[in-house]
């Protein structure tokens, strides 16, 4: 990203108070306890099972792991999990799960 566009980002970031995660397409998580994690701005499902969710973001990936994880809900952007959360990672880009 050029220097000019950081600018410009962080410009309209102050001037119109944008919330960060749109600003830099960047994830929005919601973590309920360790019972239910809420997931907004991701590009999609690279892996499901009970005990690991793995989301494809613009940056890189975010991995989820737990035990008896089950999806709630799921649209295009957002993902609602349930079970017992024990750790989230993010990955970035070219780095190894």
């Known amino acids: 990203m050029s220097r000019?566009?950081?600018?410009?980002?962080?410009?309209?970031?102050?001037?119109?108070?944008?919330p960060q995660d749109l600003l830099y397409d960047l994830p929005?998580?919601?973590?309920?306890?360790?019972?239910?994690?809420?997931?907004?701005?991701?590009k999609g499902v690279i892996h499901f099972s009970s005990d690991k969710l793995v989301l494809s973001l613009a940056q890189g990936a975010l991995e989820i792991t737990?035990?008896?994880?089950?999806?709630?809900?799921?649209?295009?952007?957002?993902?609602?999990?349930?079970?017992r959360v024990e750790r989230i990672q993010y990955i970035e880009r070219g780095e190894k799960p």
């Open 4 to 18: 000019i566009s950081r600018k410009l980002q962080r410009w309209t970031q102050e001037i119109l108070d944008l």
């Open 66 to 83: 737990g035990t008896e994880l089950s999806i709630r809900a799921i649209q295009s952007t957002e993902v609602t999990l349930q079970g």
């Open 28 to 42: 929005r998580l919601t973590l309920i306890g360790n019972h239910e994690l809420h997931i907004e701005n991701h």
